[in-house]
C-alpha cells in the first residue's frame, strides 16, 4: 500500500476546518482565501510527514473576453501537476489539477496558480469552509487546533461520503413470490444485483483504522471470510470500520 495514500487518509481524517475570511468586494461573496488552507495543511503536513511539490504541465493557454462594460480582459488556463511525496518512504503519487485566472493585465496566470493550488489542496484533503464553525458542528477542527485520536465515528462518516447509495430494495431483493408472479405472467426475471465493493479510497482507510487498532488487513479479511481487503462488500464498510476480533 502506497504511505502516501495513507497519509492523505490521516489528513482526511482529521476534519480540518477553515472560516471564510476573505470578501470579494466586486461580486460580494466570502471565501476561503489560499494563506488561510495553506497554513490549515502546513501542520496537518508536518504532523503525517507529507509534502508536495507542484509544476506546470504543458504551457498555458489563453483567451480574450469582452466584459459586459466592454473591458478587455484575458484568461489563462494551466493544467499543474501536484507531486505528493511520503519522504520516509521515497513513494509518490502524481496528480493533475486545472487553474484558471482572469485578469485584465499580466496577473492571470498567477492568479491561476493561486486558485489551483488552494482548490487542490481544499478538495483532495476535504477542507470544509464556512463562516462558523461553531454553529455546525462543535467536533470540527481548524489548523490550529485539532484532534490528533480521531475516533472510529470520524471515519466513518468520512467514508460514507466516499460510499455509493444502495439501489432501492424492490430492485435489489425479490422474494419467492415475486418471482413466482413473474413466471407466471411470462415475464423475464431480472438478473440477481452485482455486488458492490469497496473502492481503493475505502481501502486506504480503513487500512488505517485497522493500523490504529494494531490489526492488519489479513486479520480482517479472516473476521469477513474474504480473500482480499478489496473484495470487501459496500454494505459491510461500517461493520469493518468498528470491528475489533
Not at 489528513?11 to 475570511?21: E, F, G, N, S
Not at 498555458?60 to 488556463?77: L, M, S, Y
Not at 483532495?124 to 461553531?134: A, K, L, S
Not at 484532534?147 to 461520503?161: Q, S
Amino acid at each position: 500500500m502506497n504511505k502516501v495514500y495513507q497519509k492523505m487518509a490521516k489528513i482526511i481524517a482529521m476534519k480540518l476546518y477553515v472560516q471564510k475570511k476573505g470578501y470579494n468586494q466586486n461580486q460580494q461573496y466570502k471565501y476561503a482565501t489560499e494563506g488561510d488552507i495553506l497554513e490549515c495543511l502546513k501542520k496537518a503536513f508536518t504532523e503525517v510527514g507529507l509534502i508536495y511539490t507542484m509544476s506546470l504541465s504543458g504551457a498555458p493557454t489563453g483567451r480574450e473576453t469582452i466584459t459586459a462594460k466592454g473591458t478587455k480582459q484575458w484568461v489563462t488556463d494551466i493544467i499543474i501537476k501536484f507531486s505528493l511525496i511520503d519522504p520516509e518512504s521515497g513513494e509518490t503519487v502524481e496528480l493533475l489539477f486545472p487553474g484558471s485566472g482572469i485578469d485584465t493585465g499580466d496577473k492571470g496566470l498567477y492568479k491561476a496558480l493561486t486558485g489551483c493550488q488552494k482548490y487542490f489542496l481544499a478538495k483532495n484533503f476535504m477542507i470544509e469552509t464556512g463562516n462558523d464553525p461553531e454553529a455546525n458542528d462543535n467536533n470540527r477542527t481548524s489548523g490550529h487546533k485539532r484532534r490528533t485520536n480521531i475516533p472510529d465515528k470520524v471515519v466513518t462518516e468520512i467514508m460514507n461520503r466516499f460510499t455509493p447509495p444502495l439501489p432501492p430494495r424492490s430492485e435489489a431483493v425479490m422474494n419467492d413470490a415475486a418471482k413466482k408472479s413473474i413466471a407466471d405472467k411470462g415475464q423475464k426475471a431480472p438478473p440477481p444485483p452485482v455486488t458492490k465493493y469497496i473502492t481503493a479510497a475505502h481501502v486506504t482507510l480503513l487500512t488505517s483504522v485497522l493500523k490504529n487498532k494494531a490489526l492488519t488487513p489479513a486479520d480482517l479479511c479472516e473476521g469477513f471470510g474474504i480473500a482480499n481487503i478489496s473484495k470487501l462488500p459496500a454494505t459491510e464498510l461500517g461493520k469493518a470500520l468498528k470491528w475489533t476480533p
